[in-house]
């Protein structure tokens, strides 16, 4: 049963998930408006498919005309990542209900795995509803973010080539910031290379997914070799 406390600790810990998803998912819904996306459906979108860089993607892809398998796999190849972080926290949910432990897995992002992973580390008591209360109020924060971000869509013209780059951007500045090794620069390097060559070759959006495969798999080839030559 959730309690008082319980709502009040979650809140608190996820009150810096929230102002920053405010920040980054208002900007996020003025694009899906471009796109044909109004408040109500960005709400919706936000609390199902509920995926920060998924979303990010989607709108300037489709502005693009990539094609719609494209995109779904490339949003899908991205956000494969969060199925790693519900399996992190498998062994604090060992004696968890079924149904929480599925709402819990399917609400986990970077920013709620990393708040509820060092709360579950520490030394004060944390438990599985707490944690899944993180996770709903930073999901409901980021939807009510995309869908004002729609509505001022609908009202201000927002210039799409600017809105554009905007997106890049922070896309550029999460890439830069993970590239903290070896690994990460050869993902990189092979996947923009990648993706280059098969865009002019002609095949167009699902360059972007297959490049992503080839960077991936280059890291990973990478990661072995080095770990047999240390050995």
Not at 118 to 129: K, Y
Not at 213 to 223: D, H, K, N, R, S
Request: with cysteine; glycine share 10%; proline share 3%.
């Amino acid at each position: 049963m959730v309690t008082r406390k319980d709502i009040q600790d979650a809140l608190k810990a996820a009150l810096p998930i929230m102002l920053g998803y405010i920040v980054i998912g208002t900007p996020c819904g003025v694009m899906e408006n471009e796109i044909g996306i109004g408040p109500a459906f960005a709400f919706i979108i936000s609390c199902t498919l509920y995926s920060g860089a998924g979303q990010f993607m989607m709108s300037p892809m489709v502005l693009a005309g990539t094609p719609l398998a494209s995109i779904a796999l490339s949003i899908g190849l991205v956000s494969s990542r969060q199925m790693l972080y519900a399996a992190a926290f498998s062994p604090f949910f060992t004696h968890v209900r079924k149904r929480l432990t599925v709402l819990f897995a399917a609400t986990v992002t970077d920013e709620s795995f990393g708040v509820n992973m060092d709360r579950f580390l520490a030394a004060e008591p944390w438990d599985e509803r707490r944690a899944t209360l993180v996770n709903l109020f930073s999901m409901l924060s980021w939807g009510t973010a995309n869908a004002i971000g729609s509505a001022l869509g609908a009202v201000i013209a927002f210039p799409t080539d600017i809105l554009s780059f905007g997106m890049t951007s922070i896309f550029v500045c999460l890439l830069v910031g993970q590239l903290a090794s070896a690994a990460s620069g050869v993902v990189c390097a092979v996947a923009l290379i990648a993706v280059g060559a098969l865009k002019l070759a002609g095949l167009g959006g699902v360059a972007i997914f297959a490049g992503a495969v080839a960077g991936i798999i280059a890291g990973l080839i990478f990661e072995e070799v080095r770990g047999h030559a240390g050995s």
